[in-house]
């Protein structure tokens, strides 16, 4: 069974950083794609980043240059810069095997919120 735990939300002021963290466990796939996703109140969830096994990233236009998606070992890390208002959502990690995908991930972690003031 495969679990992730995330960590590391919280709330910041406009312009701050915070970094979020994924520890994944029981992942069966060797070649497999790491995503966090964020889902406002009232909004759709929004694919943030991915992170492939073979070392390709991909991210959302509208973090592009401010965060920051690494793995080291079984975890997956969004480092968040120049954090905006738009950017508070619940924050999920997701994984799944072979290829990276906009929305069909199978595992969920239970999310972290961030918390962005003006």
């Known amino acids: 069974q495969v679990q992730l735990v995330e960590s590391g939300g919280g709330s910041v002021q406009a312009g701050g950083s915070l970094r979020l963290s994924c520890t994944a466990s029981g992942n069966p796939w060797s070649s497999y794609c790491m995503a966090w996703f964020r889902q406002a109140p009232g909004k759709e969830r929004e694919r943030v980043a991915t992170?492939?096994?073979?070392?390709t990233t991909n991210y959302a236009d509208s973090v592009k240059g401010r965060f920051t998606i690494s793995t080291a070992a079984s975890t997956v890390y969004l480092q968040m810069n120049n954090l905006k208002p738009e950017d508070t959502a619940m924050y999920h990690c997701a994984v799944r095997g072979i290829v990276c995908s906009t929305s069909a991930y199978p595992y969920w972690g239970q999310g972290t919120q961030v918390t962005v003031s003006s």
């Open positions: 992170i492939h096994t073979d070392g």
